[in-house]
């Protein structure tokens, strides 16, 4: 196979895995990882630039990083409880593979932007037992609301270094590939 050609089937595979990182339930940064690996390997490692491997990979690390603390952030600052974000994660979960019965249409895309919303509703719910029913759904409905704001802030954050890390890619192998 032509260098080129691989080298333009993997900026495709690259660029899949930057919507990846902003859409869930597509993998991102692993996209982005498998293909440069398959550059390195057919390349040779030894003819592969180092520091711009090594600040994508950083970069990547980073981006999973920050998905995380955005979603803790965002549950934070809408007052959410342990029990708010653990009911987020398992909203996740259970949205991620269709088992939330409110959603029998729709899969894992409809799942997991419902489940974390839904789920930290229904942990924060059940947390503030302390107040009356309609501060307590008032309070359950602002953690969910921060949790789903939080990872949305993360996935564009996810995104946007995502989109560096292929772009670090591109601006080190172009000359190599074009032969400028």
Known sequence: MDITI?????????????????VPAVPGPSLILGAILVWTVVQGFGNVSWPPLVAIFVILILSAAVEFLASYWGAKQAGASKWGQIGALVGLGLGFFGLLPALPL??????????PLLGAFIGEFLHRKDLELAPRANQAFKAGIGVVLGSLVGNLIEGLLALV???????????????V
């Open 106 to 115: 729709g899969g894992p895309l409809i799942g997991i932007l419902f489940g």
């Open 6 to 22: 691989l080298y333009w089937i993997l900026i495709a595979v690259m660029v899949v895995g930057v919507i990846g990182a902003v």
């Open 165 to 179: 890390a292929v772009g670090i890619f591109i601006w080190s192998t172009w000359p190599v590939v074009m032969g």
